[in-house]
Nanobody
Framework: VQLQASGGGLVQPGGSLRLSCAAS????????IGWFRQAPGKEREGVSC????????YTSDSVKDRFAISRDAAANTVYLQMNNLTPDDPAVYYC???????????????????WGRGTQVTVSS
């Protein structure tokens, strides 16, 4: 199982980024998959998660209306579109999956079975 995250970088406040997570070793037709983030000195947070069984999503209140998770089943890839980025959003963002269930809510709250490497998001003018 591999989860390859990409798309992080430096963006100005109010800007946008799209993170990608390419999954290999399993197919996105059942597992829950999503994005977590961790900033220095803060706890890791489940940002947005998706059920690849039924496309039900969960998004944290802290980013709701600004971030959106989606998937491309053919590409076995999950995306996180991040709009209107603020100084509260910088962190290392991780793609993660739970291969044992397909609950987006459970993944974001209870954690995954598999982690990918993180990608850094920096918001600065």
């Amino acid at each position: 199982v591999q989860l390859q995250a990409s798309g992080g970088g430096l963006v100005q406040p109010g800007g946008s980024l799209r993170l990608s997570c390419a999954a290999s070793g399993f197919t996105l037709d059942f597992p829950a998959i999503g994005w977590f983030r961790q900033a220095p000195g803060k706890e890791r947070e489940g940002v947005s998660c998706l059920s690849s069984l039924n496309d039900i999503t969960y998004t944290s209140d802290s980013v709701k209306d600004r971030f959106a998770i989606s998937r491309d089943a053919a590409a076995n890839t999950v995306y996180l579109q991040m709009n209107n980025l603020t100084p509260d959003d910088p962190a290392v963002y991780y793609c993660a999956a739970h291969l044992g269930h397909s609950s987006s809510y459970a993944l974001c709250h209870d954690g995954p079975t598999d982690w990918g490497r993180g990608t850094q998001v920096t918001v600065s003018s």
